[in-house]
């Protein structure tokens, strides 16, 4: 990897602290610890490592959900971010090559006619998404036919997919499968519409600090830094990505 001089520090941390942002809503990937309050998770280890590695002292920003993150990324809160790499994020964020890919699909209602997450997108049918997610951009972008109601966070988005008849709800299939277990008689649909790419990224204008962070994913997923990471928090529903 690229050697670190102050020069690099000074670029990845122009405050002399790695700030390192994190999307609070990415359950698989973030989680804040009971006693202390403060973050913890996949996402959380990553960085700290970084840190380590960049001889910085570190230093978390907890955000609600990652639309809040990206959004920040002009405004000088974070350093390093760790979210899902979308086309419409990467006008502000130079992102790595993905970490981590999470599956997406549907949960459907009891006696749903739609058994694939092929058979969604048709006339009539109404989605109902948490808004900001990068399956949501990816939605947003894909469907043609169907009608994409958003709303804020899982939680909230499965009430309303319930109490309001919705055909499909749509979310990371590790989180639909903890829905699924309190709708009875749901199921999740076949397939996917997509795998959310979970990658790091810094500011636009870094170009040395997004080289060196690109080469860091890469070496964290050949050493396995990213499995022991994974293990250690005891996530499931994560496929670690191929090497760039």
């Known amino acids: 990897m690229t050697e670190v001089t102050a020069a690099l520090r000074s670029e990845f941390a122009p405050t002399g602290t ?4 994190l999307n609070m809503s990415n359950f698989l990937l973030t989680r804040t610890d009971a006693a202390t309050g403060k973050p913890l ?9 970084l840190a380590r590695r960049l001889g910085l002292p570190v230093e978390f ?10 959004g920040a990324a002009g405004s000088n809160v974070w350093d390093v971010g760790f979210l899902g790499a979308e ?9 790595t090559a993905a970490y981590v890919e999470i599956e997406s699909t549907y949960l459907v209602p009891p006696g749903s006619p739609l058994k694939h997450a092929n058979d969604v997108d048709r006339k009539g049918v109404r989605i109902i998404v948490p808004e900001k997610a990068a399956y949501e951009l990816y939605l947003t972008r894909t469907i043609k036919n169907a009608e994409l109601v958003r ?16 055909d499909a709800l749509a979310g990371l299939k590790p989180r639909l499968i903890s829905d699924q277990a309190k709708f009875p008689g749901s199921t999740i649909v076949d397939g996917n519409f997509t795998a959310v790419l979970q990658a790091a990224g810094v500011p636009k204008g870094r170009p040395n600090a997004a080289k060196y962070l690109a080469a860091f994913i890469e070496d ?9 990471a994974i293990a250690d928090n005891k996530v499931v529903g994560l496929t670690i990505s191929a090497p760039a």
């Open 18 to 21: 790695l700030r390192v942002g």
């Open 41 to 49: 998770g996949v996402a959380h280890d990553l960085g700290r490592e």
């Open 61 to 70: 920003v907890s955000h609600p959900n990652p639309g809040a993150l990206a």
């Open 87 to 95: 086309p419409q994020r990467a006008n502000e964020i130079d992102f």
């Open 151 to 166: 709303d804020k966070g899982g939680d909230l988005c499965f009430k309303r997919f319930v109490d309001e008849k919705f």
């Open 220 to 228: 964290a997923k050949a050493s396995g830094l990213v499995a022991r």
